[in-house]
Nanobody
Framework: QVQLVESGGGLVQAGGSLRLSCVAS?????MGWFRQAPGKEREFVAA????????NYADSVKGRFAISRDTAKRTVYLQMNSLKLEDTAVYYC?????????????????WGQGTQVTVSS
């Protein structure tokens, strides 16, 4: 049973920063961060491969967010800078067993419980 445990969410003012963490019970394949705002569909944020650390980002977060991984700690991070009101959402960590990252939520096999990020003005 693969487990993903997210942490690091909270309330932050616009322009501020937060770092999300996801501890995984596996360190092969690829990991992704997705988010879902109230009344909206879940959307891709960023992804990374465990091997090699290749990354991919949604256009809406490029230059502001950074995904990274620590293989020894089996942890994936999402550093979020210059946060905007529209970044408010529940953020989910996801894992897929294949070695390539994907921006499609349907390609992921396992999901965390989510962590709330709220950006205030």
């Amino acid at each position: 049973q693969v487990q993903l445990v997210e942490s690091g969410g909270g309330l932050v003012q616009a322009g501020g920063s937060l770092r999300l963490s996801c501890v995984a019970s596996l360190r092969s394949g690829a990991m992704g961060w997705f988010r879902q705002a109230p009344g909206k569909e879940r959307e891709f944020v960023a992804a990374i491969t465990w091997s090699g650390g290749s990354t991919n980002y949604a256009d809406s977060v490029k230059g502001r967010f950074a995904i990274s991984r620590d293989t020894a700690k089996r942890t994936v991070y999402l550093q979020m800078n210059s946060l905007k009101l529209e970044d408010t959402a529940v953020y989910y960590c996801a894992a897929r067993r294949t070695i390539y990252y994907s921006s499609n939520s349907a390609d992921y096999d396992y999901w965390g419980q989510g962590t709330q990020v709220t950006v205030s003005s």
